[in-house]
């Protein structure tokens, strides 16, 4: 006889529970000290199915392991100050409106953000890397993962500054987003939204930073392709498509990630406009490898003697990238009227 929600629910929260408990205790961190911190998991997803929250439950168990590991690895008091204050989905899954395409492969995300109560415990890429790492290969390779997870990462004094400069993005994460864990005492400011004159001016002013940067990554990229040097040319390529991302992003929400990972930044372009989901077919070998190795170019390209990518798979990503630019000018245009 299956369990009713509320009883599923209870039983999930109190696992969930007990891990994190475990984790924070393992580092030291007594529930005083943390602050009684709560999940809030029962009531908040009831739109989700079960499947859906048993997922989410392992995304943050995971995000806590991976913590505790890190901070059993360094040496100093300083170091080991680092807490996580929030966890707060957002995004499609918050909304209730996320996509599953069987058909062209895509699916949306579990978007989250971390609020964190350092800058810099936030600029700890190396914890973050990990975090990343380890929930894609739980989505590509163990498969206990059937959605993939992105965390995004800043400081609750960032979070706070962007929210009183009414940067959309984050106003829209305080309105819609569902808190799944948070340390109480430590409260978003309300949100002051700019005026949409403002908004225009902003944005105008990334788009004609970033748009340029990527024409002219491309036209590098293009060359690179002319004279064989296909190293290079996959680095261009993943220059011509981050800066992309970073003016599409930044027009439409006055916000992009600090990072190079094409995943992430295509994840957070296509959660706000999924127009650009078309730029990148999901449905062959072919193509998931091309994006991998675009999206590997950024470091691997430069750095490692095993890096390889064909004739064949540059020109396709040529054709991809410009449709890419089509959408994202398309996009932009529209915003700036």
């Known amino acids: 006889m299956a369990l009713p929600n509320t009883r599923r629910h209870h039983l999930l929260f109190c696992r969930l529970r007990h891990r994190i408990d475990h984790s924070l205790r393992n580092v030291g961190i007594s529930k005083e000290n943390f602050h009684e911190a709560v999940l809030i998991f029962p009531e908040q997803l009831d739109h989700l199915p079960a499947t859906k929250r048993r997922e989410l439950s392992h995304v943050v168990q995971i995000i806590f392991e991976e913590f505790e590991h890190a901070q059993k690895t360094k040496l100093s008091e300083k170091a080991r100050a680092g807490r996580i204050l929030k966890l707060i989905l957002f ?15 895509y699916r949306s995300d579990y978007d989250l953000l971390a ?6 415990f936030a600029e700890e890429n190396d914890v973050w890397l990990k975090i990343d790492e380890h929930l894609t290969q739980e989505f590509t390779v163990t498969h206990h993962l059937q959605t993939p997870a992105k965390v995004i990462v800043h400081s609750l004094s960032d979070v706070n500054d962007k929210l009183a400069r009414g940067l959309p993005f984050f106003v829209d994460i305080a309105r819609d987003g569902i808190t799944l864990y948070e340390v109480p005492g430590h409260p978003l400011i309300e949100p002051k939204p700019l005026t949409p004159e403002a908004q ?14 990527s024409v002219d990554a ?13 190293r290079d040319a996959a680095f261009m390529l993943h220059q011509a498509s981050e800066r992309l991302y970073h003016c599409v992003l930044l027009v439409l929400t006055l916000y992009s990630p600090k990072s190079h990972r094409l995943g992430m ?9 999924p127009r650009l989901i078309e730029a990148w077919p999901r449905d062959t070998k072919f193509a998931t ?17 095993h890096y390889e990518i064909t004739k064949e798979e540059l020109d396709w990503l040529v054709g991809r990238i410009k449709q890419l630019q089509d959408i994202v000018a398309q996009i932009c245009a529209e915003r700036l009227k």
């Open 289 to 305: 490898r091309s994006f991998t190795r675009l999206d590997r170019a950024y470091v691997d390209a430069r750095y490692s003697a």
């Open 115 to 120: 609020v964190v109560n350092t800058n810099r």
């Open 91 to 105: 995004g499609s899954y918050a909304r209730g409106d996320w996509v599953e395409d069987h058909d062209s492969g």
């Open 265 to 273: 930044l295509r994840t957070h372009a296509e959660r706000i406009d």
């Open 200 to 213: 225009r001016q902003e944005a105008l002013r990334h788009f004609d930073q970033w748009f340029p940067l």
């Open 218 to 230: 491309f036209a590098f990229a293009e060359f690179g392709i002319s004279s064989q040097r296909w």
